[in-house]
């Protein structure tokens, strides 16, 4: 059994995170400050006497002993991180410092959920882990992109200059049920959308793309990279290299729901990425993996759950 630590541990994936290892069979600590995550993300595990829950903001130290850290705590749709941009910085850098130095004290292995944003808008197609990206550095978006990018910079420095067991995942838009049903991301906005009878709002004019991984995928991703030797330290690409537009996502959503919605287009966001899409043939290797659940099949779930979750609140 491991005693792990998940930070952000009731959000969206934190949570999805901390369910899976519990099930493995370890012990199980979540972090969090409950400011874009919620209790009842973790409250069906709160019975189970190897799970443990902790108020707690990364940007200031922490001591436990643990095993292994999965650092995830970062509000990440951009609603949630434009909101107090300078506190997104402080999350990212700070809480990066001091989960780094708590895993050099304790020599722990630590994981950091980095972002398909240190792409920023791309210039190259597929995105590979050597492509350096093209982030404006003082765009709303810049909060969240620079902050994951130094980030990655400090766990490598780290590694290189402590020895720290380091691991860095690079995510890609990833949905599933427990996403906040108001963070303005886009299945999440479609879904419950289509299911109120609402217009759908696409941006632009839809024809930006982006690659949709069904959480479960993801989770088994971030445990398998975990589990890699040390000489492995990544970025990886954690990511379903299917490719849809916009307008096609919402197409999707109103056949599935079976909704009379109708599409409305609405301004693009600032410095919003045109395409996105992983080249996953390093994760193939190093950790044989790839995304398995297809996006009709992921969407079918999520739906389920925020049709339950809408009867529910009335
Ligand atoms: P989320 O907002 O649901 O979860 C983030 C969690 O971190 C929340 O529970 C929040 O309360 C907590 N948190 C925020 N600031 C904190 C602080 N200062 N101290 C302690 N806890 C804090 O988002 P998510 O989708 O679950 O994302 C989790 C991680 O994965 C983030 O680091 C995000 O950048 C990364 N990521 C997610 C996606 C995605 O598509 N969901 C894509 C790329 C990267
Ligand atoms: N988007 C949209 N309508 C919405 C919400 C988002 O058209 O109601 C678009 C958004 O402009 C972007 C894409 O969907 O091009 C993905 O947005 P999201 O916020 O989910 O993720 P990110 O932009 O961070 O990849």
Same mark, same amino acid.
């Given at each position: 059994?491991?005693?792990?630590?998940?930070?952000?541990?009731?959000?969206?994936?934190?949570?999805?995170?901390?369910?899976r290892?519990?099930?493995?069979?370890?012990?199980?600590?979540?972090l969090?400050?409950?400011?874009?995550?919620?209790?009842?993300?973790?409250?069906?595990l709160?019975?189970?006497?190897?799970?443990?829950?902790?108020?707690?903001?990364?940007?200031?130290?922490?001591?436990?002993?643990?095993?292994?850290?999965? +650092?995830?705590? #970062?509000?990440?749709?951009?609603?949630?991180?434009?909101?107090?941009?300078?506190?997104?910085?402080?999350?990212?850098?700070?809480?990066?410092?001091?989960?780094?130095?708590?895993?050099?004290?304790?020599?722990?292995? /630590?994981?950091?959920?980095?972002?398909?944003?240190?792409?920023?808008?791309?210039? %190259? &197609?597929?995105?590979? $882990?050597?492509?350096?990206? &093209?982030?404006?550095?003082?765009?709303?978006?810049? #909060?969240?992109?620079?902050? !994951?990018? %130094?980030?990655?910079?400090?766990? =490598?420095?780290?590694?290189?200059?402590?020895? %720290?067991?380091?691991?860095?995942?690079? /995510?890609?838009?990833?949905?599933?049920?427990? =996403? &906040?049903?108001?963070?303005?991301?886009?299945?999440s906005?479609?879904?419950?959308?289509?299911?109120?009878? $609402? +217009?759908?709002?696409?941006?632009?004019?839809?024809?930006?793309?982006?690659?949709?991984?069904?959480?479960?995928?993801?989770?088994?991703?971030?445990?398998?990279? =975990?589990?890699?030797?040390?000489? *492995?330290?990544?970025?990886?690409n954690?990511?379903?290299?299917?490719?849809?537009?916009?307008?096609?996502?919402?197409?999707?959503? /109103?056949?599935?729901?079976?909704?009379?919605? !109708?599409?409305?287009?609405?301004?693009?966001?600032?410095?919003? @990425?045109?395409?996105?899409? @992983?080249d996953?043939?390093?994760? !193939?290797?190093?950790? +044989?993996?790839?995304? !398995?659940?297809?996006?009709?099949?992921?969407?079918?779930?999520?739906? $389920?759950? *925020?049709? +339950?979750?809408?009867? $529910?609140?009335?």
């Amino acid at each position: 059994m491991k005693r792990i630590l998940v930070t952000g541990g009731a959000g969206f994936l934190g949570s999805h995170l901390c369910e899976r290892l519990l099930k493995e069979g370890n012990e199980v600590i979540s972090l969090d400050n409950y400011f874009t995550g919620q209790k009842r993300n973790i409250v069906h595990l709160m019975d189970n006497p190897y799970f443990e829950v902790v108020r707690h903001d990364v940007t200031m130290p922490f001591f436990i002993e643990v095993d292994e850290i999965y +650092n995830l705590a #970062c509000p990440a749709s951009p609603i949630h991180y434009q909101y107090n941009p300078i506190k997104t910085v402080k999350t990212s850098v700070m809480g990066a410092i001091n989960m780094l130095g708590l895993a050099k004290r304790i020599k722990a292995k /630590i994981l950091q959920a980095s972002t398909s944003e240190v792409y920023g808008d791309p210039q %190259v &197609h597929p995105q590979k $882990e050597s492509y350096w990206g &093209h982030v404006n550095p003082i765009g709303l978006r810049s #909060c969240y992109d620079e902050g !994951k990018r %130094v980030a990655e910079t400090l766990f =490598m420095n780290y590694h290189h200059q402590n020895n %720290v067991r380091i691991k860095i995942i690079r /995510i890609f838009n990833t949905y599933g049920p427990r =996403m &906040h049903p108001n963070d303005g991301r886009v299945v999440s906005n479609f879904i419950v959308q289509a299911l109120k009878g $609402e +217009n759908i709002t696409v941006y632009g004019d839809g024809g930006q793309t982006r690659s949709f991984q069904y959480v479960d995928d993801l989770i088994e991703g971030m445990i398998k990279m =975990m589990g890699t030797g040390e000489d *492995f330290t990544g970025p990886v690409n954690i990511g379903n290299p299917g490719e849809f537009t916009i307008l096609e996502l919402a197409q999707k959503v /109103i056949e599935l729901t079976g909704s009379k919605s !109708k599409i409305v287009f609405e301004p693009l966001p600032s410095d919003d @990425p045109m395409q996105r899409k @992983p080249d996953i043939s390093l994760a !193939k290797e190093k950790l +044989n993996w790839e995304p !398995k659940i297809h996006l009709e099949d992921g969407l079918k779930k999520t739906i $389920e759950y *925020f049709d +339950n979750l809408l009867k $529910e609140n009335g």
